[in-house]
């Protein structure tokens, strides 16, 4: 029989396993970007984000969650105002 203890320890170690996962897999994509934009290898991309310290890298993030928003609810409007009955508008 396994006690309550050992499942709730067993979810927070699979949770914690998830959210390290998708950790480096943002991470990743912050190398992988200006790596394939820029012209440079992950290596070299990865040393940009580095050289300019953790403020720079921050910016980045930052940059980076704000375009993907903003392109996701310029899709989502055009989506909806598609989706409505009326005058062809797409």
Same mark, same amino acid.
């Given at each position: 029989m396994? &006690?309550? &203890?050992?499942?709730?320890e ?7 396993? *998830? ?7 943002k ?10 934009? %820029?012209g ?10 580095a050289?300019? %310290? ?6 980045y993030?930052t940059?980076?969650? *704000?375009?993907?928003a903003?392109? &996701?609810?310029?899709l &989502? ?14």
């Open positions: 396994t &006690s309550a &203890s050992g499942i709730g067993r979810h927070i170690k699979e949770r914690t396993e *998830v959210i390290g996962a998708a950790r480096r897999a991470e990743e994509a912050l190398v992988a970007a200006p790596a394939e934009r %820029g440079f290898t992950r290596a070299q991309a990865a040393a940009r984000l050289q300019g %310290g953790a403020q720079r890298g921050e910016k993030r940059l980076r969650d *704000v375009g993907q903003t392109i &996701s609810r310029v &989502s409007t055009a989506r909806r105002i598609c989706a409505n009955p009326g005058p062809p508008r797409c």
